[in-house]
């Protein structure tokens, strides 16, 4: 089992490209930052882990953007998006921007991809919050065709194009893997649809064996190879090397770790977490 580290990846704390240049001396596998566009003034959107707001929401630096900065500082370590809300993209052009990066990184993106919790964050972008699951995975298939086809079409319900040239495709084959971040019902049926893996934020570990057999269930459902899907977690709240090793022998193909906000708490903590590589690999 792999370790990566998630950074809330403000401008008030260490940059991108120092977390992952760490991070890649020190073992992980992974670096992943999330996004916000931005936070509506209004806030009549509840949050979900309670009010107030934790203020690095309304800090977030653009993830790819920061993940250039991170793979030009970097040779190895994975890129990540944990997640990218979709439904505040325009499908074409992100395909073009995840595309670019996965390119210029040598093929190290990791597209983790979520629907949002904040109505009107969504809704400022011009997608109905209610619609944002299906703006989801149509722009994830056209996406998918766009990475792949030399001349690539798209008919759906809300992502629409015919006959686009698209350069330059990504280092991997296809594009790289899609990972639904999201512990839901629905959420697990996303994945066993459309997706090549998924990353659930801190759910309890006893309830994760019944969940993975659940998205197992649903892919075979689909006709997919449940084996192929790939299965992370985000532990949002840290870890133990007995936890970790759970996770492990349950089947977890990687363990995302938080990150300090700042340099030196961050490096310090790396160091401790670090040592716990060897022992879950």
């Not at 979520?114 to 944002?132: L, M, P, S, V």
């Not at 995302?256 to 700042?262: D, S």
Request: proline share 7%; with cysteine.
């Amino acid at each position: 089992m792999h370790l990566g580290l998630f950074s809330y990846n403000v401008d008030y704390g260490a940059r991108p490209d120092q977390i992952a240049r760490a991070a890649e001396e020190r073992g992980f596998e992974s670096f992943w930052v999330g996004e916000h566009t931005h936070i509506p003034a209004s806030r009549q959107t509840p949050y979900p882990g309670g009010d107030p707001l934790p203020k690095p929401y309304y800090h977030m630096a653009d993830p790819f953007v920061s993940l250039m900065a991170a793979a030009a500082a970097t040779k190895t370590i994975k890129l990540g998006t944990g997640v990218c809300l979709v439904a505040q993209h325009d499908p074409i052009t992100l395909a073009k921007t995840v595309a670019t990066l996965d390119y210029l990184s040598g093929g190290r993106v990791l597209f983790g991809v979520g629907g949002g919790w904040n109505r009107e964050e969504c809704e400022n972008h011009g997608i109905a919050f209610g619609q944002r699951w299906k703006y989801l995975r149509e722009s994830v298939e056209a996406m998918k065709r766009i990475w792949s086809d030399e001349e690539a079409s798209y008919d759906g319900d809300m992502v629409n194009f015919d006959r686009i040239i698209s350069h330059p495709k990504p280092a991997q084959a296809g594009g790289p893997p899609v990972i639904y971040g999201g512990a839901t019902e629905r959420g697990r049926e996303r994945v066993a649809r459309y997706c090549d893996g998924w990353i659930p934020i801190d759910i309890l570990i006893k309830d994760l064996p019944a969940q993975i057999a659940d998205v197992r269930r649903r892919a075979e459902a689909h006709g997919r190879d449940p084996n192929s899907i790939e299965i992370s977690v985000f532990a949002f709240e840290g870890s133990t090397p007995d936890a970790l090793k759970e996770y492990r022998d349950m089947g977890v193909k990687r363990v995302a770790l938080i990150t300090p906000r700042r340099l030196d708490d961050a490096l310090r903590a790396m160091d401790d977490m670090a040592e716990m590589i060897p022992q879950v690999a």
